[in-house]
């Protein structure tokens, strides 16, 4: 079992930053790939970002490359989401999730673990 709390999410401008955070526990975390993904009112949740066991696959969707930065933190057992150049599209809940090293890293069906969600809201 992996628990996964992720935090760091609030309202912010236009323009402006925000850091996320995922912690996780249970299980080691360095044999599971860690994602991110997000869902805004109406929609369906949508992939953001991926960063795979090792560390050494990054994908991001094309709507944030340039913009979000995924990273691990093995020491803490935590992966962050750096955001700049936040836009009021990108307001939704973000949630972070959890699924056993392997392959199809963009597919959220295949994500084991789900944290809560932390809302981040853009205003224009």
């Known amino acids: 079992q992996v628990q996964l709390v992720e935090s760091g999410g609030r309202l912010v401008q236009a323009g402006g930053s925000l850091r996320l955070s995922c912690a996780t526990s249970?299980?080691?975390?360095?044999?599971?790939?860690m994602g991110w993904f997000r869902q805004s009112r109406g929609k369906e949740r949508e992939f953001v970002a991926v960063?795979?066991?090792?560390?050494?696959?990054?994908y991001y969707a094309d709507s944030v490359k340039g913009r979000f930065t995924i990273a691990r933190d093995v020491a803490k057992n935590t992966v962050n989401l750096q955001m700049n150049s936040l836009k009021p599209d990108d307001t939704a809940v973000y949630y972070c999730?959890?699924?056993?090293?392997?392959?199809?890293?963009?597919?959220?069906?295949?994500?084991?673990?789900w944290g809560q969600g932390t809302q981040v809201t853009v205003s224009s």
């Open positions: 960063i795979n066991w090792n560390g050494g696959i990054l």
């Open positions: 999730a959890a699924k056993w090293r392997g392959y199809s890293l963009t597919d959220r069906t295949q994500y084991d673990y």
């Open positions: 249970g299980r080691t975390f360095s044999n599971y790939d």
